[in-house]
């Protein structure tokens, strides 16, 4: 976390394309997490603009326009009006949902294009590209395919191959055909301005690798390092459409902004949009924190392009963190908008009505911060009934309930408790370590949510409830009624102040809940929230004397047939894949049995993977940089088919560390990355359920 105090923050989510409907993977990887951090800085007095909006240009727009036989406008306004409604029934709290069809936003990339070209720092460049004489339009790289030079794959697109793992250039593939029509296309000379990355390289060391190596995730750092590393090279940043924002040039008919130019730009204008006048203070003012959610397929944009661009301009401040998340898969297969693989959130809202604390807590508790993680519709289940309802719910009713069967509904007085028998002793020793043990959970769960860490943060939250019901259970006050009512009063009071601060931590992460709470103590949070969120200390919410409302249950458990009528939803959903073979392989025959002896001069660890890229004049080879807690080491692996440079960044490893150290390629290899490998021959990493140190051992 930044050590600066800032007098206001600027929390931007990514622009989602305006080409579909959200889906889960969607909101894990981005919108929820930003949520959840805008509502805790609001709970504390800040000074928050919270922006977003849909990004609505590109190659992809103008052919899902096509397919659907209408106009990009009317495309877009589809799909911003579906993701529109969609944030906002699901209660995601911006302060703007604007888009990038919107005339101040035209006005804002324009002008900011226009800053930058009067200082000549973009090249002209004329080049031959793939054009499609049918369509009439310049291919984009992804809407070219053909036969893969590397391995022979008959679908490769122009930027890579998806079997192989190869980087590709459209020019590279063998027999190419445009996607689009399914035609041969053909290259024509057409010029382009381009952004001078390289010329930022050395900036972006100084400022990214020296500036946020011990403050930004490691999965975030690993990736933009891996990307310096390897060297920057200049990117184009206009494009041959008619759709889009055209470029603010004499000699630039014709062309349009690149969508990757003009959509982080987006954050710019939507909150010229929302603050008017002041929205320089958010954007020009060294006193505001910049803060960028996504997800890990746009780390390179926010963490490298779009800095350079704002530095390039010269008068913004530059991001401060950038909270990448990994990806979510949904029963063990990724999530896919194209074979209609996913849980769609407007879907889920209509098939969970009233529900959406649930998906909140779930997505939150599974957040794919550090790796990718897996949704199931079993584990969201038992998320539900064993921590929600079991946990959360069960502790608020009981109090409300023992409240209301011993007090007629009143809050009863807090009194000092005289220490007079042998069970009024145990009751203020129990309330004791209650207190402390309550204060740590509340000090965590502050201290995890300025660093990012939602998982960890919602973790603590759920443990005061957890405190909560130990200490009920301990001091067990339906029992004590027969005989000692003045310390049933002293228990429940606290116990509701417990209530009452559970329902100010969960504000951030189950705002449904929060209310619900409150409506059943029948108070108002606000003042409370503020103290406790700024103090990390627990607040007394509820006077002595307070009358509250009724108890109701605050969840109800998920059944078996909600959840499969889901699973069934997704089964007829998924197309049937046709194998290439349908005979599987043979396992592996077991090698030689060894004595344990042998086995313990093994030394297995886990690391973290630093850095990664392709080996040259190898389809197999990775080479990684791995903190392996000890020291830093180089690592080949034969995975480049299996897994992308890019995406090694940041996972944990487990692997052979005292390997005698191996030459391949002229590079010495200093430990073996191990892998599970099935009957298909794909390999899989061995990663940790949670992220560990590294250097922590394997036994």
Request: proline content about 5%; charged content about 25%; glycine content about 6%.
């Amino acid at each position: 976390m930044s050590k600066k105090d800032f007098k206001r923050y600027t929390v931007t989510a990514a622009l989602p394309y305006a080409n579909g409907p959200l889906h889960i993977g969607h909101i894990a990887g981005a919108y929820l997490p930003a949520d959840t951090y805008v509502r805790y800085l609001r709970l504390k007095g800040e000074d928050v603009a919270f922006v977003c909006g849909s990004d609505e240009h590109g190659v992809a727009i103008t052919i899902g326009a096509k397919k659907e036989g209408v106009t990009p406008k009317a495309f877009v306004d589809k799909y911003h009006e579906l993701m529109k409604k969609a944030f906002a029934d699901f209660g995601i709290s911006f302060d703007i949902y604007s888009r990038t069809s919107n005339k101040i936003h035209y006005e804002t990339a324009q002008d900011f294009f226009r800053k930058i070209d009067t200082q000549n720092i973009f090249l002209e460049e004329t080049s031959d590209q793939y054009f499609d004489e049918q369509e009439g339009i310049f291919l984009a790289d992804r809407y070219i395919a053909g036969t893969c030079p590397n391995c022979g794959h008959t679908n490769a697109y122009g930027d890579q191959c998806e079997k192989c793992g190869t980087s590709l250039s459209p020019k590279q593939l063998i027999n190419p055909r445009s996607t689009v029509s399914g035609n041969t296309p053909v290259l024509r000379p057409t010029k382009h301005w381009y952004f001078p990355l390289d010329k930022y390289e050395g900036w972006l060391r100084e400022w990214l690798m020296e500036g946020h190596k011990n403050d930004w995730k490691t999965n975030v750092y690993g990736q933009c390092r891996s990307w310096i590393e390897q060297g920057l090279q200049p990117r184009s940043i206009t494009r041959d459409l008619e759709w889009g924002i055209p470029v603010p040039r004499e000699d630039g008919k014709g062309k349009v902004l690149y969508v990757w130019f003009d959509a982080p730009i987006g954050y710019i204008s939507a909150t010229k949009e929302l603050k008017g006048a002041d929205w320089e203070k958010y954007w020009k003012d060294e006193d505001t924190r910049l803060i960028h959610f996504i997800g890990k397929d746009n780390i390179v944009f926010h963490c490298i392009i779009f800095p350079s661009m704002l530095k390039a301009e010269g008068s913004f401040i530059l991001p401060d963190n950038v909270p990448a998340n990994e990806f979510l898969n949904l029963e063990g297969d990724k999530l896919s908008t194209s074979r209609n693989h996913a849980v769609w959130l407007h879907e889920y809202l209509e098939d969970f009505p009233g529900r959406r604390d649930e998906l909140r807590y779930v997505l939150t508790s599974i957040s794919p911060e550090t790796k990718d993680a897996d949704f199931t519709w079993k584990d969201y289940q038992q998320k539900v009934n064993s921590e929600l309802v079991a946990i959360l719910g069960n502790f608020v009713n009981r109090v409300m309930v023992l409240t209301w069967k011993f007090f007629d509904g009143k809050v009863p007085s807090a009194h000092e408790l005289p220490n007079t028998n042998e069970k009024r002793k145990r009751i203020l020793d129990l309330y004791n370590q209650a207190h402390t043990d309550l204060s740590k959970s509340v000090g965590e769960m502050v201290n995890s949510l300025d660093e990012f860490r939602f998982r960890e943060a919602q973790f603590h939250m759920l443990n005061i409830s957890r405190i909560g019901n130990k200490f009920l259970a301990d001091t067990e006050p339906w029992k004590l009624a027969k005989e000692d009512m003045e310390a049933v009063g002293c228990i429940l009071n606290y116990a509701l102040t417990v209530v009452g601060n559970i329902a100010i931590a969960c504000e951030p992460f189950l705002p449904d809940t929060t209310k619900n709470i409150a409506t059943q103590l029948n108070v108002d949070l606000k003042e409370a929230a503020v103290k406790f969120w700024k103090t990390k200390m627990l607040v007394e919410p509820v006077p002595a004397g307070h009358q509250i409302a009724p108890a109701a249950l605050l969840f109800k458990n998920v059944e078996d047939s909600d959840i499969e009528v889901q699973v069934e939803k997704l089964r007829k959903n998924k197309p049937t894949v046709i194998q290439e073979s349908t005979a599987e392989k043979p396992l592996t025959p077991l090698k030689p049995i060894i004595t344990f002896d042998d086995f313990a001069k093994l030394d297995i660890r886990i690391g973290t993977v630093t850095a990664a890229e392709k080996m040259e004049k190898s389809d197999k080879l990775l080479k990684l940089t791995v903190n392996s807690g000890l020291d830093v080491r180089t690592i080949l692996s034969g995975i480049a088919k299996h897994y992308k440079a890019e995406e090694m960044v940041g996972k944990q490893v487990t692997f052979i560390a005292n390997l005698a150290p191996r030459k391949m390629m002229g590079i010495e290899s200093q430990g073996m990355i191990l892998m599970a490998e099935d009957n298909e021959g794909k390999l899989r990493l061995i990663e940790p359920n949670e992220e560990v140190n590294p250097g922590s051992t394997v036994s």
